[in-house]
């Protein structure tokens, strides 16, 4: 990661910023990498009311890098992205918000998501939920996620820094989010998948729902997504099964589940 200096936070330089910026894409080798770099340089022309906010989240980005060793979805960046904020994420929430018809799913409902990442999709998210309980095992994300609430002044989201693995609770949900976490990339996740789907069924009140999201098609083969569903099938009935068309690359090709507690 190549920060920007202080004083490029304190005034508005883009000019400055972008010289810098571009030289870091001359560098980077990968594509997910340059992308985020792209989304900096694009949010740096764009947040100079927020300029405090980006220097903040900036600083706990470099606090992941120096000190968080597992692999890190934003890249040096964002994984998710928070328009009301001009943060630009590898992946689009409102185009998932949208494509899912979330709004309508956590209406009024006390939702639990599972491994949140940054939260944006919570902090979207809670104006139409009663309440949300949010964790990732990151400190990093939940950090930067607790900067952003307190930024957009959101008070019934809680956000929490465990592993769902640790994760006690006497409370039931309404409605738990499995968004792309049943297995994790970063090797993180250490339940089976029947381990993980009959903990979220135990979070959940007679009744409630699950909202589940593959992983992109490059990462979880039809194959692999077979197998899932299956597992989902002994907890739950699977109500409504779609394939996701809205959003960045990184978004498009999912399959999304809306199923209820057998
Ligand atoms: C692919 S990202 C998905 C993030 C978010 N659910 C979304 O869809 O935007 C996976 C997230 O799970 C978190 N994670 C991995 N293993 C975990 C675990 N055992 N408990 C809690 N969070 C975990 C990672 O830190 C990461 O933020």
């Not at 906010?53 to 040096?76: A, R, V």
Request: aromatic share 12%; net charge positive; proline share 3%.
């Amino acid at each position: 990661m190549v920060p920007l200096s202080e004083e490029l936070y304190r005034k508005w330089q883009p000019i400055k910023a972008s010289r810098i910026l571009l030289g870091a894409l001359v560098q980077a080798k990968e594509q997910d990498m340059q992308e985020s770099i792209l989304n900096r340089l694009k949010d740096y022309w764009h947040c100079r009311r927020f300029l405090n906010l980006h220097y903040d989240l900036q600083k706990i980005l470099e606090e992941e890098q120096n000190s968080y060793s597992s692999y890190k979805y934003g890249q040096s960046y964002f994984y998710q992205s928070c328009k009301p904020c001009h943060i630009t994420g590898l992946r689009s929430t409102e185009a998932r918000i949208a494509s899912m018809g979330l709004q309508s799913l956590v209406k009024g409902a006390r939702v639990l998501d599972i491994g949140c990442n940054v939260g944006f999709l919570d902090l979207e998210l809670a104006p139409f939920a009663q309440s949300i309980a949010a964790f990732d095992i990151n400190l990093y994300c939940i950090k930067i996620a607790q900067r952003v609430a307190d930024q957009l002044n959101i008070k019934n989201v809680h956000f929490i820094c465990t592993t769902f693995e640790d994760f006690h609770e006497e409370q039931l949900y309404d409605v738990v989010l499995s968004f792309a976490n049943h297995h994790t990339y970063d090797q993180n996740t250490t339940q089976s998948l029947e381990e993980y789907f009959l903990k979220i069924s135990t979070y959940l009140r007679p009744g409630g729902g699950m909202l589940f999201e593959s992983h992109a098609p490059t990462y979880e083969t039809p194959e692999q997504l077979s197998r899932t569903l299956k597992v989902i099938s002994k907890f739950f009935d699977i109500k409504k099964q779609s394939v996701l068309k809205k959003g960045n690359k990184g978004d498009k090709g999912r399959t999304f589940c809306v199923c209820v507690k057998k």
